[in-house]
């Protein structure tokens, strides 16, 4: 008998390593395959599109926030992998009527790492695991050494239009944010805050406003109705994915945040 806690500190029992998998978040989907797991899926979301063949080898059983309850029953998992952020407690209470969720929740890149360490554990791929957490340890080390002289500058990140939202604290896009030395002007706000665009310069004037690919699909009529609201910032369409999915992501975040920062210099 296996027991392990999840990041919410709930305690699960396993008689052996769960082989039947569902996951209910994308990054998580991701994460799962590159630790050699991808015969044991049996479920995915509409919106896990990396790799991009699961959506035709996996079955689909709703997004994120509204879930096909039968399709996953029908599937027989042995665990269901969420995310406190991702999923909603209601749906995580119904699901755990049909097997254990296990739910992560990553503000931090320590958070990250112990998702990693956990899905070795639980799975019965520790080996892997410890190869995708040396490899983040050394892409963050390179990565801090890079940023160390690269000048802090304050940023805004829209997450959402109607209304306008951007990330706020106690996420992990802020956490990034931090990590290359932006500083989030909504860093003092709830998680995610309703901006008012004629507040903007009052509650923080940003040099940079970054306009994410996702959730909402930022346009460039977006970009110039935000930039007349403020004094002299720089508009810039960043890739949602880089910022906001953990797990093995992380990895081609660091590379895409260098490429971010030679724009910026230009």
């Not at 009527?97 to 639980?122: A, H, R, Y």
């Not at 109705?225 to 906001?244: C, L, N, P, Y």
Request: contains cysteine.
């Amino acid at each position: 008998m296996k027991q392990l806690r999840d990041q919410l500190g709930k305690l699960h029992s396993f008689e052996t390593a769960p082989s039947r998998i569902i996951s209910l978040v994308p990054s998580q989907t991701e994460l799962l395959y590159d630790l050699g797991l991808e015969d044991k899926i049996i479920g995915i979301t509409k919106f896990c599109v990396h790799p991009y063949h699961l959506k035709s080898t996996k079955k689909i059983v709703g997004g994120t926030k509204k879930i096909h309850f039968e399709k996953i029953k029908l599937l027989q998992p042995d665990i269901i992998i969420c995310n406190k952020e991702e999923n909603t407690a209601e749906i995580v209470e119904r699901l755990s009527e049909i097997c254990p969720v296990w739910v992560t929740n990553i503000v931090s890149v320590k958070d990250n790492f112990q998702m990693i360490s956990d899905f070795g554990q639980l799975f019965n791929c520790r080996t892997e695991a410890q190869k995708w957490n040396d490899k983040l340890t050394f892409a963050l080390s390179d990565f801090k050494k890079y940023i160390k002289d690269i000048e802090i500058k304050k940023a805004a990140y829209f997450i959402w239009k109607n209304p306008y939202m951007a990330a706020g604290n106690d996420t992990y896009i802020d956490e990034l944010l931090k990590l290359n030395h932006f500083i989030n002007i909504y860093g003092d706000k709830d998680r995610y805050p309703e901006i008012e665009l004629k507040k903007m310069r009052l509650e923080g004037d940003p040099d940079l406003i970054f306009l994410s690919s996702e959730p909402y699909p930022f346009k460039e009529e977006d970009a110039f109705e935000i930039g007349r609201f403020t004094h002299h910032a720089k508009t810039i369409f960043v890739d949602g994915e880089m910022f906001s999915w953990h797990g093995s992501r992380l990895l081609k975040a660091f590379s895409y945040f260098k490429l971010l920062h030679e724009r910026l210099r230009n």
